[in-house]
């Protein structure tokens, strides 16, 4: 079987070949940006994606989607609670659907999974009675400002339960994970896991997935793997099944395990040369079992780069 190169080498022949044919109509800088930044798109707002819903996984218990992200809402007898309110963009949208699905009922919690500025803006439309977050959220936010974060009610520390109207939520908390203030809410009665920036459905992590101390990722996947739960709501993407979290936790696992040996086994490169090797000895491996997930193009180079440092560096 024929070996295929590193994808940054398919990938810049690719684009200088169309440079070389389109380059007496745009300039050189401008097309790669174009073709990069359609890509990009492509990826992050996949065409079924598109656009604002509510989807329901079991009685009572919904997502709400706006393009990539994808928020948790739970009915209960005391009104909604809504995890994770992203944007004024996106709160707004959640409002009007709220009011159109269930008029008069409040939201009686706005919970935030962690402090990541993506996931906590624009949540006073909701106007939630309470707002419940980890205790070092607010630390994170003095270094990042944003005026436009609904300030928590009451924090936690640690695993908690949350019971509204008889509706049990427990809050997982993963520590030194994806940041230091990462909650899965998990929901036993109705066998559901909303896994906010843990674990994605057939796909690739943006970026890379920033932000993460790899040995507690992994500890916080294996802790999510013990649940008892039939459907994953991921923060991003589609919807999927606890098959689906145990593939994502196998993939890291199986990429982790890839950098940290290769680095261990041919050290830090002192060439160009030594670089590839250790690129390849990974990529190849990984796009032999995974090509074909959502974003593997796109978002295999940051995820291996950033794997192969850590190994190296030790976070």
């Given at each position: 079987m024929p070996r295929h190169r590193p994808l940054f080498v398919v990938a810049l022949v690719v684009v200088l070949a169309l440079v070389a044919t389109v380059a007496f109509v745009v300039d050189r800088p401008v097309l790669m940006h174009r073709m990069l930044a359609a890509r990009a798109g492509e990826y992050l707002v996949p065409a079924h994606l598109?656009?604002?819903?509510?989807?329901?996984?079991?009685?009572?218990?919904?997502?709400?989607?706006?393009?990539?992200?994808?928020?948790?809402?739970?009915e209960t007898t005391e009104g909604l609670?809504?995890?994770?309110?992203?944007?004024a963009k996106t709160a707004t949208r959640l409002k009007a659907a709220l009011d159109a699905r269930f008029p008069g009922r409040p939201v009686r919690a706005l919970v935030y999974s962690h402090a990541h500025l993506d996931h906590v803006r624009g949540g006073a439309v909701l106007a939630p009675r309470e707002v419940i977050a980890h205790e070092r959220c607010t630390l994170a936010w003095r270094d990042f400002p944003a005026d436009d974060i609904l300030a928590p009610t009451r924090t936690l520390a640690g695993d908690a339960t949350l019971t509204f109207g008889g509706v049990e939520l427990r809050l997982v908390f993963h520590g030194r994970s994806h940041g230091d203030t990462l909650y899965s809410i998990h929901l036993p009665a109705s066998r559901v896991v909303f896994a906010p920036d843990l674990a994605?459905?057939?796909?690739?992590?943006?970026?890379?997935?920033?932000?993460y101390f790899t040995p507690g990722f992994l500890a916080a996947?294996?802790?999510?793997?013990?649940?008892?739960?039939?459907?994953l709501i991921p923060s991003h993407f589609d919807v999927g099944t606890k098959a689906?979290?145990?593939?994502?936790r196998a993939f890291f696992r199986?990429?982790?395990?890839?950098?940290?040996?290769?680095?261990?086994?041919?050290?830090?490169p002192e060439s160009a040369a030594d670089g590839e090797a250790l690129f390849r000895a990974v990529y190849e491996p990984v796009r032999e079992r995974y090509r074909d997930w959502h974003g593997f193009d796109e978002m295999v180079m940051p995820l291996l780069i950033r794997q192969i440092t850590g190994a190296a560096l030790g976070y």
């Open positions: 598109e656009g604002f819903a509510l989807d329901t996984h079991a009685p009572g218990v919904h997502s709400f989607r706006d393009g990539f992200d994808r928020g948790l809402l739970v609670v809504v995890v994770d309110p992203f944007s994605f459905v057939r796909a690739l992590p943006p970026g890379g997935m920033p932000d996947l294996d802790r999510v793997e013990a649940l008892d739960f039939d459907v689906d979290f145990s593939a994502f199986f990429v982790n395990t890839l950098a940290t040996d290769e680095v261990a086994r041919r050290g830090w």
